[in-house]
């Protein structure tokens, strides 16, 4: 049993968090939402700064919230990649040196392996092996989970990830960002059969289309075409409904199709969601019933754990310590760092 004090701050959540193996204790989440919502996307430097200003307060909020000392706390975790580099900075520099005063262990986390892990915050009883889809502004990867550590990269988006094109499609609609929940919403109002569009499919040299990778950017140019067309025929106001719900069903059912046609292939009968976008209705939906169709058992886990959270980040920790695993305080932050390398974050377990 690991007791883990998490921080998250890959990007624009100032998180933290107090996880026991499987439940959480306690989970602060401050959003940047509104101080980037003018600028329409996320600003870096301006996430930095506000981790910086937020990170404490977090920090203190969620041991106060779990009710625990530093005497019940086994390790501290941190994500270190990927994500924005001055971002990681803040978080990984808090956990490192609170590991470093309190002499607990330290773990740096993949951010993926945590989206991964909100699955068993939502349900306790899943094991490997599993297919996981996770869906973000940042990532578009159908992962096949074998155990703690160990992740191959199935599928993934060949340009934009899926939650980018959520935001930029909702961008060239007019619509608020982040682009997911204002697309969802409106979707529910719109004929999701109005305007056909494309699914993004890649096409390989010796013909046909890859299986599990897809193209999010065609897609976005696509209804950046029509948009433009229908404006040409003079057509105001723009079908708002009718375009979000269109766009959102091609989404859920390109996503749908490579999850159905990968678990499959791999004789996966688990299939488990992360990141923000898995928070849309659409998608949740077209997985759920060609789920049921071909008997497979999905795993969402709630709107609250699909979204960044230091829970999901203190969950994998706690794998990972339990295993005897802990990173070196010289570890850095990377932006980049595929899932197939998670286990180059930790020291060789000494032999005993
Ligand atoms: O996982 P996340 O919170 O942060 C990253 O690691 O990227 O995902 C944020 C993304 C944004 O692109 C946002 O538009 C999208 O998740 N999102 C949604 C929904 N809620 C959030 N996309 C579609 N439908 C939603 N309901
Ligand atoms: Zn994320």
Redesign the pocket.
Known sequence: MATILALET??DETAAAVVRDRTVLSSVVASQINIHQPYGGIVPEVASRYHVTAVGESISAALDQAGLHWAEIDGVATTCAPGLVGALLVGLTAGKTLAMVHQKPFLGIH?LEG?IYANYLAHPDLQPPYLCLLV????TSLIYVKDCGHYQTLGQTRDDAA??A??KVARLLGLDY????V??RLAQQGNPQAFPLPEGNISLPGGGFHPYDSSFSGLKTAVLRLVEKLRAEGVDPLPIHDLAASFQATVARSLTKRVMACAQAYGLTTVALG???A???GLRHQLQQAAEQQGLRVMIPPLSL???NAAMIGCAAADHLNRGHRSTLALGVQSRLDLARVMELYQPIPMA
């Open positions: 890959s990007c951010h989206h973000s502004g940042g990532h939650g980018e959520f935001d982040p682009g997911g929940p697309i969802d990141g923000g976008v928070a849309n209705s699909c979204t960044d």
